[in-house]
């Protein structure tokens, strides 16, 4: 088993061009870089295996669909639904007057701190 795990490392070395194993003997010689290199993407190879092994199982992407946003877009009103004599820019000017700028009608949750075990 031995003897045949050699006999295919020396296969593959043999394919390697020089420059390129001068270099990796260069590498493999200066522990103080092999090392931390080594393991930096040991760790790197780990996490990705790890994430596509267990990462979450969503959707496709085929699935998803574009969601129109949460605020509409402004609209002006129908014309022909609404009374002939009512201005479309009055009624704008009105909206944007009664629009609460600081949401002054928030208030914060209260909190109940009658709780009994």
Same mark, same amino acid.
């Given at each position: 088993?031995?003897?045949?795990?050699?006999?295919?490392?020396? $296969?593959?070395?043999?394919?390697?061009?020089?420059?390129? $194993?001068?270099?990796?003997?260069?590498?493999?010689?200066? *522990? $103080?870089? %092999?090392?931390?290199?080594?393991? +930096? @993407?040991?760790?790197? @190879? %780990?996490?990705?295996?790890?994430?596509?092994?267990?990462?979450?199982?969503? !959707?496709?992407?085929?699935?998803?669909?574009?969601?129109?946003? +949460?605020?509409? +877009? @402004?609209?002006?009103?129908?014309?022909?639904?609404?009374?002939?004599?009512? &201005?479309?820019?009055?009624?704008? *000017?009105?909206?944007?007057?009664?629009?609460?700028?600081?949401?002054? !009608?928030?208030?914060?949750?209260?909190?109940? @701190? &009658?709780?009994?075990?």
């Amino acid at each position: 088993m031995k003897d045949k795990i050699t006999q295919i490392f020396t $296969k593959i070395w043999e394919r390697i061009p020089q420059r390129i $194993k001068d270099v990796l003997v260069k590498f493999y010689t200066n *522990k $103080k870089i %092999f090392w931390p290199v080594t393991i +930096a @993407f040991s760790l790197i @190879f %780990f996490i990705i295996l790890l994430g596509l092994l267990f990462g979450n199982k969503t !959707r496709p992407i085929s699935e998803i669909k574009n969601t129109p946003s +949460a605020t509409p +877009a @402004f609209q002006l009103p129908d014309s022909s639904s609404k009374d002939p004599n009512s &201005d479309p820019l009055q009624d704008l *000017k009105k909206k944007i007057n009664d629009f609460d700028v600081k949401q002054s !009608r928030l208030t914060p949750p209260t909190i109940n @701190f &009658d709780i009994q075990f």
